[in-house]
Structure formats: C-alpha cells, structure tokens
C-alpha cells in the first residue's frame, strides 16, 4: 500500500489476507470510518452547531443542547446498527450492551467503543478523540450476550482510534498488520494514508502522568517518577520532559509519533473507591494496548500484560503503562521487584 491510498482501498486490500473474508470487516471499517468522520465535522463546529456544556442546558438559540458525549454514542449507534456487519455494540455511554434488534441485519463482529474520549478537554477546544475495538461475534447464537464481548484482548480482531485535533486522523491496527496512519481530507472527505508502518522508537525521555495523583501513588511509580525527575545526576542519566493533554487519544498519539511513556496507574485513590484502575480496559487500554504493541511498544498494568487481562465486566478497569518499550520495562520490572 502507497501513502496518498484511500482508507478505503487499505481495508480490502486488508480483507484479502483475512480468512473467510466476505466483506463484512471492509463494510464495518468503513461504517467506523462514517461515524469518525461525522464526529470529527461536530467536534469542529463545536458551538456553532451547540455541541458543547452539558446535556439539558441552553444554546444561544435557546435550543435544548446534548452534551457531545450523548451526541457521538447517537453516532456510532445509528452507523453501526444498519448495515448488518455487526451483532452488537459496547460503548462508555451505554451501562449494558445493545445487540442489534434485527437478526436478519445481524453481522459477524462485535464492537467496543469509546465514542468521545478525553470529554473534559471539549468544551476548551483542546484534543479529543474516538476509541474502537473489533472482536468477532460467536456464531450460531441467537443473540450476543455480555460474556460474548468479554474476551481477552489478544482476540481483539482490529483496534483503533480517531484524533480529532489540528488533523483528524484515524489510526488502525489491524491483527498482525502493523499500524497505519490516515490523515482526513476535509475538502473530499476521504481518510488518505499519510504514514505506513508506524514503529514507537525504543527508548525515550517524555513521560505522561497526572502528578496531581502523586501523594497516591505506590512505590514502583514513586520510584520511576523521582527518578526521571532527578535527570542526568539521577540514576537514569538524562533529562526527562513531562506532558499531560488529559486526553488519551493525544497522549497514544504522541506517542506513536516520537516516542513516551503514558501511566494511569493504580494508587491508593483509586483503591479507596473499589476500582482496579481509572481508564476501561475493554474500550480504551486494550486497543490501545493492540496498537502499541504491533508498532514494537510495550503496555502493562505495572504488573502484567494487558491484553492477557481476563475481563469479568464491560466496564471494568485498570491500570495503564504503555509507550516505549525500554521505558515500560524500567516500570514494570520496579513493581514486580517490589
Ligand atoms: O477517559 C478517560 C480520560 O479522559 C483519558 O482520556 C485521559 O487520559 C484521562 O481520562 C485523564 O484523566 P485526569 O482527569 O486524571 O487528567
Ligand atoms: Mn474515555
């Protein structure tokens, strides 16, 4: 595949390599693709068209306005529920799974989504973006269950994320098929190939972390952080940088492009609360995990590998450390010596 190719002929030159491809997996990328696109035109209209506060306040128009958030599971449920290449969705927005309703429009995918993610960043004009994992659907059954969509992230069949910043960008990994980059061209709509083959490089001296969490933390993340702060004189030898856009679409994206660490680890907050992490794992750390690792990166809890994490809820959580390998490394091996 060529930079300047369309997303388009990307996927079924794609599907070609799949086993028993039938053009469902073209048909469901490209249904992503619509609901991408439609996200990134409101995304960018913001309060021209009242996308942005909350949900059931004012617009100038004196208009009921829905919170984007609303607006995008709206967008991803009305283009992935028609076209029959899915049998059911998962999405932040919903607390249980919709299965399609028409088993005749039923397809052979299952999808798991985070339709706006980093939603605070909204409302300051500051990135924000869509997450999406593909697994396949469970054949012969009548319809999906919530266990169907549970399964490890390893299964995961394709991920990927869309940036809605300065550029709109889709990026994809596709099992086995490394990472491709696709900026969209607004004046004719179509996502263009622009890099091939993304690889993180190895190592690197930018981490991302909310400090603000430091007094929480455990030890190994103690540890990692005062040491990277501590700079050449430290144990490390350099000088780190420090980023944090509160959005994890950028902050992968970032990433991707030169290379970082980016931690939302366990710490004592979040234990206090009950939850076993702050970001989902079955819509935001497993296919990120997917696509930093087919682009030679690494992601972990700290402690194990998170796409071998063996899910019991749709929304469940857990603990992020992914980015370059060398750096997640350094992170895991200080918890597992603890
Ligand atoms: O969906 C969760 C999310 O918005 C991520 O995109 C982001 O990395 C994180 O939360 C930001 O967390 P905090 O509010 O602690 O900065
Ligand atoms: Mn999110």
């Not at 048909?27 to 506060?53: E, F, H, P, Q, T």
């Not at 004196?62 to 969705?89: C, P, R, S, W, Y």
Request: proline share 4%; aromatic share 6%; charged share 25%.
């Amino acid at each position: 595949m060529h930079i300047g190719t369309t997303l388009t002929n990307y996927i079924i030159e794609t599907q070609r390599s799949l086993p028993e491809a039938t053009g469902e997996f073209t048909g469901l990328l490209n249904d992503i693709s619509v609901a991408c696109k439609r996200i990134s035109d409101l995304v960018n209209k913001g309060d021209l068209v009242g996308m942005l506060g909350s949900a059931d306040s004012e617009n100038v128009q004196g208009e009921t306005q829905k919170k984007l958030d609303v607006v995008t599971n709206e967008v991803f449920i009305e283009a992935l529920t028609q076209n029959g290449h899915i049998a059911g969705l998962v999405s932040e927005e919903m607390d249980d799974i919709y299965p399609l309703p028409n088993p005749s429009r039923r397809g052979r995918y299952l999808l798991l989504c985070d339709p706006l993610d980093g939603s605070s960043n909204i409302d300051v004009n500051v990135s924000v973006g869509t997450i999406f994992s593909i697994v396949r659907a469970p054949e012969g059954k009548e319809k999906p269950s919530t266990e169907d969509f549970l399964q490890h992230g390893t299964e995961q069949v394709a991920a990927g994320y869309c940036l809605y910043g300065p550029s709109t960008i889709l990026v994809l990994a596709v099992k086995g098929q490394g990472v491709q980059m696709f900026t969209l061209n607004r004046d004719f709509g179509e996502f263009i190939l622009t890099r091939k083959d993304v690889q993180i490089p190895e190592e690197t001296k930018e981490f991302a972390i909310n400090v603000s969490n430091q007094r929480h933390w455990e030890e190994p993340v103690r540890r990692y952080i005062d040491e990277c702060l501590q700079g050449k004189e430290g144990p490390r030898g350099k000088d780190f940088n420090m980023r944090w856009v509160a959005s994890m679409v950028a902050e992968v994206h970032r990433i991707l492009c030169r290379g970082g660490i980016f931690m939302y680890p366990l710490d004592a907050k979040i234990k206090a609360k009950g939850q076993s992490g702050r970001l989902r794992l079955m819509y935001e750390a497993n296919p990120m995990s997917l696509i930093v690792e087919q682009a030679g990166g690494a992601a972990t809890t700290g402690r194990q590998r998170i796409l071998e994490l063996d899910p019991s809820e749709i929304h469940e959580r857990a603990p992020v450390v992914l980015g370059s390998r060398a750096e997640v490394d350094v992170v895991t091996r200080y918890h597992n010596e603890g």
